[in-house]
């Protein structure tokens, strides 16, 4: 039997039946924050995952429904007060624009790793580190549900979909052609696994043919397996899903989907327990992450949890981030130190099979830098970080220190420790219009 999807945000959630749970003050946050933040979840979300017993504290009430917390005090009051006046749409709609404005909507630099062919400025993949690429499929910027800590202006496109997946299908593989130091195309959003099955196949059948083989790697970032795990089971075109991912693991390369989950209650039910065993029966791997936020997930023994879930599901756990710094960050960030006790907290209550995680880690312009730990040296306190992932693959995997700040949530707040004036890669960091030297010297 097919199940649809109903998606509820800001004109519709009354209609929710559980919402009569919801007290007006609740009501009101939403109406309010909801305006400024994205807001949409679905019948599966409301209806197997959030405790409506305790909305005050589910933590995936907290990741799909806005709060009056999620805005600081002078935007949520202005926000109110206009919307208590019944001000015009269009007064309301400029002060909105103007608070997203302050909210950083496009964090760490990310236009500086859009790549050109030719003359052609290619506005759907990022390249920031050789053997990877990340492709936004225009047909993908959206999701079956949003989370609050994500950022997203709400992004429609009504041009003729198949005609303009063909065109981004067209530069993509051209891009390729002359770069065959990439190994990995990470299929991105929003959600890809938003597209239909036919849709997806458009981009990804093509990356098949022999004259691709510098391509081992397929992944696709999705959180459908959290919000929508009847996208592998019963969504009308399931079943075309599954054949293709068999066709990707027959023509021998790697299909691996990035999974996105936030908190071990995403685990459990049958419908995505039901949903992962469909996708490991295809060959694909899935490779899980998730940002540490406050309010959702800020406890050990929650990550252990996951992770020890994970791989009894045959999951493998891959990255824990520290949210970006956007958004509602303020509502979702803790200190450094809070972030790296967690992760250790956590991983060292779980065996080795689950220690393929790694992190706590934030996507800075430079790259992944990951915080090792907090350490004495000479009787001066600091952080030890590395990176991941670098702009400069030479920086990869060398320790460096930083002033210890108890307060700091990102790594821009960071200061070289020892009296360094600059951190070691600092010359080269700010020097992003000549990426493609850096990338290969
Ligand atoms: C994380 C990331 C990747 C993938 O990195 P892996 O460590 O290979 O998973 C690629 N591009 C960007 C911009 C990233 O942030
Ligand atoms: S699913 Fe991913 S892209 Fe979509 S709202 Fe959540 S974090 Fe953002």
Known sequence: MEKIIKTYSLHNFKRISQSSLLNNELIKDIEIVGRV??????????????????????????????????????????????????????VIDEVIKKIRLMLNPNPAGQEHNVPYLGEIKLKGIQHKYPETILFFPSQGQTCHAYCTFCFRWPQFSGMNELKFAMKETDLLLKYLKVHKEVTDILFTGGDPMVMSAEMLAMYIQPLLQEEFRHIHTIRIGTKSLSY???????????????????????????????????????LSTSAV???????????????????????????????????????????????????????????????????????????????GICRTVRGPSMSDAAGKIQVLGIQEINGKKVFVLRFLQGRNPKWVDIPFFAEYDAKATWFNQLKPAFGEEKFFFENQRYDLTSKNDLLFE
Not at 63 to 82: A, G, T
Not at 235 to 241: A, M, N, W
């Open 37 to 90: 933040l994205p807001f949409k979840t679905n019948n599966y979300v409301v209806d197997e995952l959030i405790d409506w017993e305790n909305v005050d504290t589910d933590p995936i009430f907290t990741l799909n429904f806005p709060r009056r917390n999620m805005l600081r005090k002078r935007h949520y009051d202005i926000v109110k007060k206009l919307l208590d006046e019944n001000a015009d749409k269009h």
């Open 228 to 266: 929508w795990p009847y996208r592998y089971l019963i969504d009308k075109d399931s079943d075309d899903i599954i054949r293709l991912f068999e066709q990707i693991n027959k023509a021998g390369k790697n299909l691996s989907i990035q999974a996105h989950f936030n908190h071990p209650v995403e």
């Open 273 to 351: 327990q039901q949903a992962i065993k469909r996708i490991r029966a295809t060959g694909a791997q899935i490779r899980t992450q998730s940002p540490v936020l406050n309010h959702i997930n800020d406890k050990p023994e929650l990550w252990s949890q996951l992770w020890r879930k994970q791989v009894d599901l045959g999951c493998i756990p891959y990255y824990m981030f520290i949210p970006r710094d956007t958004g509602a960050k303020r509502y979702f960030e803790l200190p450094l130190e809070k972030c790296w006790e967690i992760y250790r907290k956590a991983y060292r209550q779980v065996s």
